[in-house]
DNA sequence: CAATAAAGTGAGATTGATTCTCAATAAAGG
DNA sequence: CCTTTATTGAGAATCAATCTCACTTTATTG
């Protein structure tokens, strides 16, 4: 058993919840993709595969995996809120192309000391980072200034 | 004139565009207000002093501010979008409670030098800085701990 | 293996912030 | 004034996210 599986699980039976088929096929769905997704990409991939779940239920689970550390909402784009799992995965910094969309990640190496230090000093409890720098990728400025 | 009314019809008449009577109001609001706000907050002050501008005005013209560099979209909180202005003010992180929706800021002395490091290593242009951290304040965490 | 209770699901309706449309109005420049 | 162009307000439209509720699973018990 994978260990998202046991930790889902635990999250659940703690609560008296139960894991379901549907919510099964939303975690290993989850946790097959390497990126940001939001519900409607979660939602093709999952018929892709021939597994049917209903948009309800994948908005109902999602706040379940982020409640029991699985996953994060880290960005909103294009009026949408995107996910990632978090499990095993550091934290980072996001670069996000207002233009192309492109988000990049860098490494918070240098950073994520200082801020839980903060933390603790105001002893605030972390549950999301959303550390996201919104502008312009080198590309699309360079063609912003050739079509002036 | 205040250097914002400066700033904001520079940026307005490069683009053959006019500093409306409305627009106007809603830059005063804008850098009356010394908090994070939204849309309906801002509709609100305006409506308080007898300066009516139709939500869509409102719309329409934040996006203008942000492209000017006045103001930023700095958080999302209860579905919807708030901004702030930051003309003269250092950039922040903000630490926001998702009980009681309490925002603290602080600063980014430590950090930002380092972000602009690695914007530059990749020449990304920041144009908005969304540097924040979601979790929970230590009253309510306090709480939560009470009532189990 | 039923039978029962509790938790969960899917389809579709609803909500609500944001965007869009378009006729009417305001600003700028002769 | 007059003309041109930009802007506005009211209400309709959009669409992600949430809610409702009858039906289905799952777990538990005898
Ligand atoms: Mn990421
Ligand atoms: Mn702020
Ligand atoms: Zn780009
Ligand atoms: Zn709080």
Redesign the interface.
């Known amino acids: 058993m994978k260990e998202y599986e046991r930790l889902f699980t635990e999250y659940l039976e703690a609560r008296s919840q139960r894991l379901t088929q549907p919510r099964r096929l939303i975690l290993e769905a989850v946790f097959s993709l390497h990126d940001h997704f939001d519900v409607e990409q979660l939602y093709h991939r999952l018929r892709i595969h021939n597994e049917e779940v209903s948009r309800a239920t994948i908005y109902r689970t999602l706040p379940l995996l982020v409640e029991s550390g699985l996953i994060q909402h880290s960005l909103?784009q294009a009026d949408r809120d995107f996910y990632e799992h978090i499990l095993g995965h550091p934290q980072h910094?996001h670069?996000i192309?207002?233009k192309c969309g492109t988000v990049?990640e860098?490494s918070l190496d240098?950073?994520l000391p200082?801020?839980n230090k903060?933390?603790s000093q105001?002893?605030?409890?972390?549950?999301?980072?959303?550390?996201?720098?919104?502008?312009?990728?080198?590309k699309c400025?360079d063609n912003e200034n050739e079509n002036q």
Chains 1, 2 share one sequence.
Request: aromatic residues 12%; contains cysteine; hydrophobic residues 50%.
């Open positions: 909103r910094l670069w192309c207002r990049v860098t240098m950073v200082l801020i903060v933390a105001q002893r605030f409890q972390i549950e999301d980072y959303q550390l996201n720098l919104r502008g312009l990728c080198w400025a």
